[in-house]
């Protein structure tokens, strides 16, 4: 079997950080090859670079074909898809406005030869070519499993989310590439969705396409990939067959942490998974008179039903964990907490406010203060104005001036830096600044939501040693977490969601030891 | 010589001011608010109003006048730009709904005639007129060899005193953080209790203040008050000037109101006749071509 | 109403007598025209009345100085609006949004007030005469152009240009990854927009005694953008639709013919935020548009494709 695309040594730096670092891998013809890695190891960098958004600034990718071999690097993104590569996007990337057909006879772009002139005429020629192409892209959504009659001429931005996924396919697929790129294909799927997508990857493989799939969940990888490579940091940790990979101790301690590799063998998720086996939910002592009390929640993003009904509570003084995979949902609901998104159904009481329906501000001053995911820090501001600005919606002004000191001292970090932009923390002492400033608002109850995210293991322990310590404090926390081994670890009581509801509840030390949590999310 | 660079100044201070107003639309609500100009105008046609037709002494007239922007700059912001905001329209749609108020602003005012509906608030139609002599006092004072208006000098000492207060307020008081954060991350702004509604609303109200206060300032300087003035004189000036200063900026904005006004003195000087206005534009089209975003502008950059 | 009344039972008769209206609806038709291309390629230029100035300059100037043909000198201020473009365009276009609509209002006030207003040539602030106009005459190119031009825009937006305009309005990233070159495409769109806006700079000068540097500030490029907006972009007929309804307004509701700016700003805010695609957009006239049209068109698309 032929290489079909060859990376050397890529490279690609941002202000300093090393988002590829010398990255090198070699696609077999004919093959899936997948592409791993913890959030923000550089796999989406590394599809910008090979597809033409991102220049490398080293190294080289060839891609050879049946007319010889040629030089990718470097070209516009245009010029690499006329060369054969397709790509679909992490974020979805269709034309909104425009019907499923007419999305899949632009991907047909490259192929079509310019009609200008010939459009000027109302030619049966004409007439016949237009045909012919319609009838291929129906062809094409009917191979990615959608029906042309139903969805051919809706907008795009009218079909389900799972359909406007296919539909990218179907568009990259009008390329007739040599390489088809999947991004995240499966994201924000359930694991039902997620397995029709693996038949289709593997249908499309059986007729002879080169795939890359670059995706975090390791079950969909690991069961469709003939070869694997692991990045983590921006740097290649691991490649060869789904097994090796899985085995591998580095890539082990990559997902989990140090800590866990020491009680897990293997990736967690690589094995087969028996995804019908759900156990009951374990004995959860829910509070009888909740400070937070959510009740039949739904939330959606136009088609997109983010949360699905889901109800739990939180009483005081307690660390309540929501765990599960990358957008089961989790933030979501945190954002419908604080006022930031309006939910279609379902009830959010804290104390006498309707969260639901209340504006954000209101919420804010009645105590639901909430640390947002990615931090959310104001970077051009200093460091002790970002503290000051927590303490907005108090009237307070000299007792909070007085806790802004306090803090600084508990979080000496913050004292040290404390007139400086805040952009120029590093990812942990952002966190922490951005839990003093929501501390600062005197919450009487903190969501806090990703944490750990992109942070490095020594800055988890950090950031995680704050949280119990406020917690002791008296602070009534709820927490969202990718990282379920740590967040199960300081929590009370904790829900699993999955795909915006809820599958498993319990206290946080019943749900560590439970087998299918530790199966299914102890990964990532 | 020194006595073009000292107009230089007076002008650069009328353009600075109306171009805070501009560039803080800019940053806070990522908004270009193309009214801006027609207030500006505003602010010179109503003071001129209250004291030619209506008898006020000036100082009265022209605090009256100018809080009166600020009302419209709330016109703005809950007849265009809220309900787009509601209906999360793409940024175009302001620009535009912008521009249909300018429209509006404008032509009110030039077919103001003797008879006419508003003719309580101007008679003068699409004509040019200036204050009445007297209405402030203009002495001359001859330092050095130059000649010094005080109108002019009075322009540039109420700018700076202006612009220090407005430095102040932004950068020490609370109100000031919250503007800093809702122009810098609304999300998280939302997320600390701010309320982002509001504080778009102050920030109109200020600008068209500011803006108003600019025409106010102008039309004492120039001697030129008409329905024009805003689109002729300061529109697209304005927009050289935060494209030059970078947009969002406010020091940009003052440095780059009196780098216009030493590069437009410097053209006149050179090159004489209506090149003088041409060369605003040669800069502003430079700028954008080379440098987007300014002196003092955050780089650009599109999130894949 | 009497407007009305006299279009539908003395045709002739309201032809002679509105003849300078009916040719500014047409100018103005084909100006809608040309910011058409930009918008659908997703672009707010602003640039047009400098491309119309160009295209009219240069059709007076070549009148009074050179032996030449009329329609040769409209094609030469047409041609050499697009060459223009090319230079303007080569370094603004890779702005976006708001930028890119500042630097093109930037290159027309400073064409006026830096070229026009200062060069002999062109008359400076006075303007230039125009002795070979025909208002009575000039009036058969347009009525004859609009037509083939908008036909001729119509089936560009259906042929593979189009379609990569389409794509690029809608997301340049993913543009690019199904090969489209986004910047040519972009420049291409934007020298077909100078060029029809030239050529209706030519059209109106030869209806026109006297050629006004004031005609081709902001406030008409403005103008311009109105159409567009209140018609709607969607197709090629909306902004045709926006120009012949608000230049034709003024007429028809005689009263308001002073406030016509008051009345347009209202349009414009009242559109802009009730129905942004315009009386023509997606979803516009199909109110109008009977429903057995609607069936027959995905019916036969569905048909024919197999």
Redo the contacts between chains.
């Keep these: 079997m032929s290489t079909l695309l060859q990376l050397t040594d890529i490279r690609r730096d941002f202000g300093g950080v090393h988002a590829v670092d010398g990255v090198s891998l070699e696609i077999e013809e004919g093959t899936i090859f997948g592409l791993i890695g913890p959030n923000g190891a550089g796999k ?1 960098t590394l599809v ?1 670079v090979v597809t033409g ?2 220049r490398s600034q080293g190294g080289s990718i060839r891609l050879t074909s049946k007319g010889g071999t040629a030089e990718v690097a470097r070209r516009p993104p245009h010029a690499i898809a006329g060369l054969g590569i397709a790509r679909t ?1 992490q ?1 979805l990337r269709l034309y909104r406005n425009l019907t499923a057909i007419e999305n899949v006879l632009i991907g047909m772009h490259t192929r079509r030869r310019d009609d200008t002139l010939r459009q000027m005429l109302a030619l049966r020629a004409r007439r016949r070519l237009d045909d012919r192409r319609f009838g291929e892209a129906r062809g094409l959504l009917q191979t990615v499993g959608l029906n042309p009659d139903l969805h051919g001429d809706r907008r795009a931005s009218t079909l389900s989310y799972g359909d406007q996924r296919r539909v990218e396919v179907a568009r990259a697929l009008a390329l007739k590439p040599k390489l088809l790129i999947l991004d995240e294909p499966a994201a924000g799927m359930n694991p039902a969705e997620k397995d029709r997508v693996r038949e289709l990857i593997q249908q499309l493989n059986e007729g002879g396409l080169t795939v890359l799939l670059i995706d975090h969940d390791m079950r969909l990888v690991m069961g469709v990939c003939k070869r694997i490579a692991v990045l983590n940091f921006g740097r290649k940790i691991a490649d060869g067959s789904p097994a090796s990979v899985s085995d591998d101790p580095a890539v082990v301690t990559a997902y989990l942490g140090s800590a866990a590799s020491k009680t897990s063998s293997h990736v967690p998720g690589s094995e087969e998974m028996d995804l019908a086996a759900t156990s009951k939910p374990a004995a959860s002592a829910e509070p009888a008179a909740p400070l937070l009390e959510v009740r039949e929640l739904e939330v959606a993003y136009g088609a997109i039903k983010a949360v699905r009904g889901v109800s739990f509570r939180v009483g005081k003084g307690e660390v309540v964990a929501l765990i599960g995979a990358n957008g089961a949902g989790k933030s979501t609901i945190l954002n419908t907490l ?1 006022g ?1 998104l309006r939910p279609q159904a379902g009830i959010a009481r804290f104390g006498e406010i309707d969260l639901t329906t209340a ?3 209101k ?3 009645a105590g639901l ?2 640390v ?1 995911e990615g931090r ?6 200093t460091v002790r ?1 970002n503290m ?3 303490a ?2 108090r009237r307070d ?1 000299g007792a909070a001036h007085r806790e802004i000191d306090d803090l600084m001292k508990q979080f000496p970090i913050l004292g040290q830096r404390h007139n400086l932009p805040a952009g120029q923390l590093s990812g942990g002492e952002q966190q922490i600044l951005a839990i003093a ?1 929501g501390l600062l ?1 005197h919450p009487k109850l903190l969501l806090l939501d990703e944490p750990s995210l992109g942070l490095a293991p020594q800055m988890v322990d950090t950031v995680f040693e704050v949280i119990k310590r406020i917690h002791r404090e008296g602070v009534t926390i709820l927490l969202v977490e990718q990282n379920a081994l740590r967040a199960l670890e300081i929590a009370d009581r904790a829900y699993v969601v999955e795909t915006g509801r809820i599958l498993l509840s319990g206290t946080g030390a019943a749900l560590r030891r439970n087998p299918e949590v530790q199966k299914a999310y102890l990964g990532g | 010589m020194t006595q073009q660079v000292l107009n230089a100044i007076f002008i650069g201070s009328i353009y600075a001011l109306f171009a805070v107003g501009y560039t803080l639309v800019f940053g806070v609500l990522d908004v ?1 608010n193309l009214a801006h100009s027609a207030v500006f105008m505003l602010g010179a046609v109503i003071t001129y109003s209250l004291v030619a037709l209506h008898g006020l002494p000036f100082l009265p007239a022209a605090v009256i006048a100018i809080f009166v922007c600020g009302l419209l700059g709330l016109l703005i912001e809950f ?2 730009l809220r ?2 905001r509601r ?1 999360n ?1 793409p ?3 302001a ?3 912008t ?6 602003f ?3 005012v ?2 103001a005639t003797p008879g006419t509906f508003f003719s309580w608030l101007w008679q003068d139609g699409a004509n040019s007129v200036r204050f009445p002599a007297g209405t402030v006092p203009n002495p001359t004072y001859h330092v050095a060899g130059l000649t010094i208006e005080g109108t002019k000098l009075g322009i540039l000492i109420t700018t700076v005193l202006l612009m220090l207060v407005l430095g102040y307020v932004i950068r020490y008081t ?1 109100v000031g ?2 503007l ?2 809702v122009a ?2 609304r ?9 982002v509604d509001r504080i778009f609303a102050s920030t109109l109200f200020l600008s068209s203040a500011l803006g108003g206060l600019a025409g106010i300032l102008f039309g004492l300087a120039i001697s030129d008050i008409s329905p024009y003035i805003g ?1 002729d004189q300061v ?2 000036k304005g ?2 000037v935060i ?1 030059l200063g970078g947009m969002g900026s406010i020091p940009g904005a003052v440095i780059g109101g009196y780098l216009l006004g030493l590069i437009e003195v410097f053209a006149l000087v050179r090159f004489s ?3 003088e ?3 605003a ?2 800069a ?2 430079l700028v ?2 080379l440098r ?1 975003q300014g002196i003092f502008g955050a780089r ?1 950059r ?1 999130r ?1 | 109403m009497d407007f009305f009344i006299q279009l539908f039972t003395d045709p002739v008769g309201f032809y002679n007598q509105h003849e300078l209206l009916i040719a500014q609806i047409g100018i103005n038709a084909i100006l809608a025209i040309a910011i058409f291309v930009t918008f659908y390629s997703g672009q ?1 230029t602003l640039a047009n009345a400098g491309f119309m100035a160009i295209g009219a300059y240069t059709t007076v100037i070549m009148s009074l100085y050179l032996p030449t043909p009329l329609p040769l000198n409209m094609l030469v201020g047409a041609l050499l609006a697009g060459l223009v473009s090319v230079l303007v365009g080569l ?2 276009l890779r ?5 890119l ?3 093109t ?3 027309v ?2 064409l006026r ?3 026009i ?2 060069l002999p040539i062109t008359g400076e ?1 006075q303007g230039l005469h125009n002795p070979t106009a025909d208002p009575l005459g000039g009036i058969v190119p347009i009525l004859i152009s609009l037509p083939i031009l908008a036909y001729l825009v119509w089936r560009l937006t259906k042929s593979r240009l189009g379609q990569a305009w389409s794509a690029i309005r809608e997301d340049e ?1 993913a543009a690019s990854s199904n090969g489209i070159n986004v910047p040519l495409y972009k420049m291409i769109a934007f020298i077909i927009s100078a060029v029809l806006a030239g050529y209706a700079g030519a059209l109106e000068t030869h209806i026109n005694f006297f050629v006004d540097p004031t005609e081709y500030g ?2 008409r490029t ?1 103008q311009i ?1 109105t159409f567009a ?1 209140v018609g709607g972009t969607t197709n090629v007929f909306g902004p045709i639709v926006g120009a012949v309804f608000l230049t034709a307004l003024p007429e028809i509701v005689r009263m308001f013919a ?5 009345v ?6 009242l559109i ?2 009730f129905r ?1 695609q315009g009386i023509v957009g997606r979803g516009g006239l199909a109110i109008i548009r009977p429903r057995w049209w609607i069936r027959w068109r995905t019916r036969e698309h569905a048909a024919t494709a197999h």
């Design positions: 989406t910008n958004y991102i996007f974020t604080s930031v504006a954000p501000d919420i804010v001053r203060a909430q947002p959310e820090i104001l970077a051009r501001l104005e000051e600005l927590g907005w919606a002004r400033r608002a | 270009l007849v265009a309900p787009l209906r329209a940024p175009i749609s620009l535009i709904s521009i249909g108020l300018a429209l509006i404008v032509a009110i030039e077919q609370q953080r919250a800093r954060a810098e991350n999300r998280a702004a939302t997320l600390m209790g701010i309320n689109r529109e697209l927009l050289a494209v006749g209506n090149v206005a041409g060369v534009f040669a502003l089209f954008l071509v987007p650009l599109e894949l | 707010l370094p603004v702005l976006r949004g708001v930028f609509a500042i630097a209002i930037g290159f006030e400073a007030l830096g070229v207003l200062n602030g990233l902001i406030g403005i953008l907006v002073a406030y016509r700016d008051v347009n700003g209202i349009i414009l805010i802009i935020i942004p």
